[in-house]
């Protein structure tokens, strides 16, 4: 079964709305969880690294005020696409795990995002 | 720079055949590799996990290699079936990366009943 639950997986909304995505650990508790980001026919790419209790490390280019992450317990860490516009528009993965070399990462189903 | 690469973006063969997909990264400094599967829509579900150790790894009809020195992993499905058909992407940890993954841009295969 999954073990990282992400919701929800299809948002549809109008340009200049704020959108968050929840990323959830089933079975674990993860400190660290992933964002990435998927055009169509394109690789991940990952966007930030969530920690618990931290302040998120974001990937260069990735703009921190745009994408707010919250990682505020060992299971949940929340995207917020604010005032979205429609180049933002895109599929959004989370991941979490693999933080020990023989551990392999899980993903969520992603959501798919698309602004009017 | 590091990377990884998956060549050719897409495939098509006949029920039952064999089939062996390519990946191929720059740098032999690694951690691990890993196979995963992507659905139409979906996310990801890892298939295979092979450590910067080992030589291969195998799951059902599912054989992943590992040849470090080359820069190279195979994924080879035995007796290929409709419902493998998906995007097969390979992602690399190399070594001080902080976790973080390195994806090839994957192969989409398309089993012909």
């Known amino acids: 079964g999954a073990v990282v639950s992400q919701h929800p997986s299809r948002v549809i909304c109008k340009s200049g709305t704020s959108v968050k995505i929840e990323c959830r650990s089933l079975d674990f508790q993860a400190t660290t969880m992933f964002w990435y980001r998927q055009f169509p026919k394109q690789s991940l790419m990952l966007m930030a690294t969530?920690?618990?209790?931290?302040?998120?490390?974001?990937e260069q280019g990735v703009e921190k005020d745009k994408f707010l992450i919250n990682h505020a317990s060992l299971t949940l860490s929340t995207l917020t696409v604010t005032s979205a516009h429609p180049e933002d528009s895109s599929f959004y993965i989370c991941?979490?795990?693999?933080?020990?070399?023989?551990?392999?990462?899980?993903f969520g189903d992603g959501t798919r995002l698309s602004i009017l | 720079k590091q990377e990884v690469t998956q060549i050719p973006a897409a495939l098509s063969v006949p029920e039952g055949e064999n089939l062996v997909l390519n990946c191929s990264f720059t740098d032999s400094a690694i951690y691990n590799l890993q196979w995963f599967r992507q659905d139409p829509g979906k996310g990801l579900t890892s298939l295979l996990l092979?450590?910067?150790?080992?030589r291969e790894q195998t799951s059902g009809r599912l054989n992943a290699s590992l040849d470090k020195s080359s820069g190279r992993s195979t994924l080879y499905i035995a007796a290929s079936q409709p419902g493998d058909s998906a995007t097969y992407l390979c992602?690399?940890?190399?070594?001080?990366?902080?976790?973080?993954?390195?994806f090839g841009k994957g192969i989409t295969l398309s089993v012909r009943p």
């Open positions: 092979i450590q910067s150790s080992q």
């Open positions: 992602a690399v940890r190399y070594t001080g990366a902080n976790s973080k993954l390195t």
């Open positions: 991941s979490a795990g693999g933080l020990l070399m023989n551990q392999p990462q899980h």
């Open positions: 969530s920690n618990e209790g931290s302040k998120a490390t974001y």
